[in-house]
């Protein structure tokens, strides 16, 4: 009861108050309860920066690209004659042996040159048999003559019209045994052709593609017509990865990669690097810089035929292991406080130690890592503390890319 008086004593009062006192004592109210806030319920002071601590701990350098799976061995089989395409009697994924038949060229046209060729042939050698009969006969002739002459019984022009007889009968014979060997390999030629309206597979394998269809017409020009592509063993593949330059010296033939499918989300894969291989390939990225990559060839056992040639791995090859080494977080390396106006060509941490301003430290950096890299030298130590950030959003580090040995650092 006395508590409601005292309150409606003060709201009486209250009421009896100029209105600029009311508002004066209502800023005081609320300037109270401000002060109130701000020193007894405000939230802990937070820190200037954010710090991590160096420690010890294992790293590897990984070199990350990808590529398409591959056979190891492919066989494009083409066509060496013109005409249509009669039949086909393989498909995609076709096993095939050696000397199966694949195709069938229509042989109408190359039948018939090849019968001319045979006529050709057997004229040939008639024209080479009477030519040799009349050679021997001639030869026969001129021995005769030389024998009257030197015994006297015939004269020197007779002599000489047998001789020339001779000599017309021996370059007749040559010519006509030129001709049988023309013949002949003109006859060979349409036989090799006649043989080449038949497409036979020349290994054992697996038709990887088609080019063709029954009723094309194929020209057999200056380049020969693709018509299948066969696989020689699809339980052993490869990956033919794109590794950028500043990667590739890392590579070695033996080392392991582990890759993964889009096919086979949640498996990974193993393989062994092969060959580095020393040709590459250059592309503009903009008008002052240029990429080049190099082939890294990977081997991979697919005994168990889940591998589809054409499937592009994403691969991870491990090209360094250390054990036991000091570690610090990839922002600490990229971390410059917004106080700082000095500009570094070393790389660097800033270190902070208790009471003390923060200080840079000259270091020399190992193996990179996704989120942390190794210190090989420096004045720093396992336990000390790095700055990676400052606790203000506008102080933000300007570089988000992992650090790299002699680069230019803040």
């Known amino acids: 009861m006395k508590k409601e008086n005292l309150f409606k ?10 209105w600029w006192k ?8 609320l300037l109270a309860a401000y002060f109130l806030k701000a020193h007894f319920f405000a939230a802990p002071k937070m820190p200037p920066f954010r710090t991590a601590k160096i420690q010890r701990g294992d790293i590897a350098d990984i070199v990350e690209a990808s590529g398409p799976i591959n056979p190891v061995n492919t066989t494009t089989v ?22 199966d038949l694949m ?10 040159d090849y019968n001319q060729a045979v006529a050709s042939l057997s004229s040939a050698k008639e024209n080479l048999a009477a030519a040799k009969i009349s050679y021997d006969l001639a030869k026969l002739n001129r021995s005769r003559y030389q024998e009257l002459y030197a015994k006297e019984y015939v004269s ?8 020339l007889a001779y000599v017309n009968a021996k370059s007749a014979l040559n010519s006509a045994e030129s001709s049988v060997i023309q013949a002949q390999a003109r006859m060979d030629s349409a036989k090799k052709d006649l043989d080449n309206t ?5 290994i054992d394998g697996m038709v990887l593609s088609k080019s063709v269809s029954e009723g094309q017409s194929l020209t057999s020009g200056f380049s020969t017509p693709e018509l299948f592509v066969l ?12 590794v950028s330059e500043a990667d590739v010296v890392k590579i070695k033939a033996g080392q392991t990669a582990d890759f993964t499918l889009d096919g086979y989300p949640d498996e990974k894969f193993q393989g062994t690097v092969r060959q580095v291989r020393t040709n590459y390939s250059s592309s503009s990225s903009s008008a002052s810089s240029s990429n080049t ?3 890294v060839v990977i081997d991979v056992d697919n005994e168990n035929g889940k591998f589809m040639p054409g499937m592009t791995a994403t691969i991870t090859i491990r090209t360094q292991d250390k054990q036991d080494v000091l570690l610090v977080p990839n922002e600490a390396l990229r971390f410059s406080p917004s106080f700082n106006m000095e500009k570094y060509t070393t790389t660097g941490l800033w270190v902070l130690e208790p009471k003390k301003a923060p200080r840079r430290v000259d270091v020399t950096i190992g193996i990179i890592g996704a989120d942390k890299t190794e210190i090989t030298s420096g004045d720093v130590k396992e336990g000390d503390r790095v700055i990676v950030r400052e606790n203000n959003a506008a102080a933000a580090t300007s570089s988000m890319n992992p650090p790299r040995p002699g680069g230019r650092r803040r």
């Open 293 to 295: 990559t190099y082939t």
């Open 78 to 99: 083409g066509a060496l004659v013109s005409g249509e395409i009669l039949q086909i009697l393989v498909d995609y994924n076709t096993p095939v042996k050696k000397g």
């Open 198 to 202: 038949k497409i036979i597979s020349p």
């Open 9 to 18: 004593r003060i709201w009486k009062a209250f009421k009896t108050l100029s």
């Open 156 to 163: 020197k022009s007779n002599l000489e019209e047998y001789e």
């Open 103 to 112: 195709a069938v060229i229509d042989p109408t046209q190359v039948q018939a």
């Open 22 to 29: 009311k508002l004066l004592l209502l800023a005081a109210v």
């Open 231 to 242: 696989a020689q063993d699809l339980t052993k593949m490869q990956i033919e990865a794109k």
